[in-house]
C-alpha cells in the first residue's frame, strides 16, 4: 500500500509528526499540565522582601512541601496523621481529583467540576476566571469566611459552608448548587465539596503559618503538626460559637412596624452605628467611608503598600495579586443581601458583622457600655428590610417611610 | 439562462443533508457534556461500563444520573452519525459521477471516525487537552457535511452567473477564517484548564470579544454588500447573508446571557433584578443557553462556507450570464432542466 513503511510518504509523514504535535498543543493553548497545588508566594512576599539570601519562592515552596508531606495532593488528599480529624475525609476524597466517574458509577472530582475555574486548585481563589469577577473568589487560606453564623474570628461551622453552596451569594458570580439537592444523585455532594472547601481552608492557613514561621526563621521540625492541630481545632470548634438569630416573624400590626421603622432608622444614622458613613444616608451604598477587604489588605497595607497606587501594588502581581478593589458597602435599597434576605439573614450581619470586609459587628449595649439594644437592633433590622425595594409583605403597603 | 454543469443522484444530497442535520444535534449533546463535565462519566471506551455500546441497559441510561444519560447519548449519536456516513459514502460511490466529491464524503467518513476515536482516547487518557481538540474539530467535521450537502444540492448543479458581486468572496472567506477562529478561542474558554493562569484566561476572553466585534462587522459588511443597488440581481446572496445576519445577531446575545449564566453580570448594581440575580449552577435554562452559544458558533461556520460556496462558485463558472444555455439536456432529470428554465427567466 502506499503507506508501507518504506513509502516516501510514510517517512514524510513520520518527519512531521513533532510538528503535529507542536501544532495540538498550540491549538490546545498548552500541553496536558499535572495538577498541582500552587505555593503561596503572594503571602511570603507580604511577609518578607525579596532577596539573593532569602528568595520568596524559596520559602513559600518550603511550606509548600512541608504541607503537601501532610495533607498530601489535589488527586490524592490526606489527613495528617496524629490529630483530631475536624474533615470527612471519604467525603474530601469525593470531591477532590479529576472530574469523572469510577467503574461503580461513583462521582469524584466535585470541586474541579464546580468550583475550580474560579477558587482554583489550592483554593486561593485564583482560578482562571477569577480576574474577570467582581467580587474576586474567595480565597479559602486565611479560615476567614463572610456569611456565617459564628462571630468574627471564629471558623463557619459546616451548615454555613453548605448554605453557601446551596443559596449562592446573589450579584456575585457565587452560583446556587442547590439544583444538586432536587436530584436523588447528587444530594450528597454539597455536603462533600462544603467538607472539601474545610480541608483547603485548614492546609491553607497551616501553609501560612508555616510561610511566617520560615521567614521568622523557626525551627520547623515538628512544627507543621502542631499548627494543624490547632487550625483544625479552631475548625472542629466552630458549631460551639453558632449564634442563631431570633425569630423575627412580622407578627406586629402596621402601626407597630412603622414606629420600629422610624427608630431604626434613628438608628441607622446614629453615630454610635455609623451605619450611613458606609451605606450612605439613603442607604444606597454611597457612604463616604469605602474600605479594602482583609484578603486584599493583607498583602498591600500589611506589607507597606498602597493598594490605590498602582506602582506599588504592582510589584505583587508576579506573585499572583489581583488589582486591588474597593470592597464597597451594599447598596440596601436594591434588597440583594449575599448572607440571605430574610430578617433572621439580616440580623445575623448586624449582630456578627461580615468578617473580612469593613462591615463591622454591631456595638451591644452591655451593662454600662454605650451600644444599641436588643430592640434597637430588631428595629435596625426592620428599617434595613423596608429600605429593600423589594417588599414580599405588608410593607409594601407602607412605601415611602423607608429611606426618605 | 443558467449554466447546469453536472448533475448526480439527489439521493446523494439527501444522504448529505440528512448526515449533517443529525450531526447538528450530536454537536448539542457534545456541548452538554462540556457543559456539565460529563466527558468522563463513563470511564471506558469504546464500550460504557463493560457493555457493548449498543447492549447498555436502556433503563441505566435514561434512569441513570444525568451525566452519564448526556455521554452516553452523545456516544449513540455519534454512531448513528457514523453509520448513515456510511450510507452516504455508498450511495456517493454508486451513484456520483465527481469523483472528488465521492473521495470527499470518503473523507467525511474518516474525520467522523477520526472525532470518535478523539473522543474515546480523550476518555482512555482523561486528558482535557484532547476534549479540548474534540470540541475545536467536530464543528469542522459538521461543516464538512454541509459542504457536501451544498456541493450536492440543486444550486451547486444549476451553477450561478459569472459577474458576481465584487469583493464578497473575500469578505466570505475572511468570515469564514474569523468564525472558526473564533470557535478555538471559544473551545479554549469551555476547556479552561485549572492551571491557567488568569491573565491568560482573561486574554482569552478578551479575543473572544474582539473576535466577536470584528465577525458583526464583518457580517454587517456582508450584508450591505448585497444589498446595495448595484447587487439587486444577485439574489443568490440574500439567503446565506440573511442568515448569517440573523445567527451573528443570536449569537451576541448568547455570548452574553452565557456569561450571565457563568458568571452573573459584571453590572450588579444596574437594576434591583441584577442584583438580586443568583447564578445557578447547573440550572438546565444556563446549560441550554451556555450550550446554544457553542452549537450557535457551528453554525455560523456552515453560514460562512454556505456564502464562500455561493461566491466562488458563482466565479467558476464560465458562461456569462443570459448567455449560458442547457447544455445535454438528456442528461438532466427533468426538475433541474424546469427549475433552470424558470430560473433563467426571471
Redesign the interface.
Known sequence: MFLNKNSCLYSRLRNLFPCWFLGFAFLSGCAPQDITFRANELHAASLSQDSAEHPISESAQSAQELVIELFGTPDSPKWPEGIAVAVDMEKVGRAAGPVGRNVSKIERGLYRKHCVQCHGTSGDGMGPASALLAPYPRDFRRGSFKFKSTPIGKKPTHSDLVRTLEKGLPGTSMPAFGTLNRSKEFAGDLDALAHYVRFLAIRGEVERRLILAIVNGEDTNSLPLQLASKVADSWTLADSHSVSAPTLVATKTLEDRLASMESGKTVFLSELTACSKCHGKAGDGQGTSQDFDDWTKDWTIRAGIDPTKKVEWKTMKKYGALKPVIDSSRNLTLGAFKGGATREDIYLRIVLGIEGSPMPAIARKENDNPGITEDGIRDLVEYVYSLSSVKPDVLSDAKGVGAN | MWEVTDVSSPWVHRWAMMVTLLTFPLIWLGGLVTTH?A??????WPGT??YNLFLYPMSAWIY?????FVEHGHRLLASVVGLFAIGLCVVAYRTERRRWLVGTCFLFLASIIAQGVLGGVRVLF?????A??HG?SGPLVFALGGFIAMATSKRWHLGFCKAGVKGLGRLAVLLLLLSVSQL?VGA?LRH???????????SL?HTHLLLAAIILFVVLGVTILVRLPSNREFREFRSPSNALLAIASVQILLGFATWIA???T?W??LT?W???????????WESMIVTGHQATGSLMIVCSLWLVCRAYRQSSIAEPRKQTTIESKNSVPKDYQAEAVNIGVE
Open positions: 463535565d466527558g468522563m462519566a463513563v470511564p471506558d461500563f463493560g441513570g444520573p444525568f451525566d452519564l482523561d486528558a482535557r487537552t484532547l479540548m481538540i475545536c478555538f479554549h479552561s484548564l485549572p492551571t491557567w493562569l488568569p491573565s491568560f484566561f482573561m476572553v457563568n458568571y452573573a459584571p450588579v448594581e434591583p441584577l442584583a438580586r440575580y443568583t447564578v445557578q449552577g447547573k440550572g438546565f
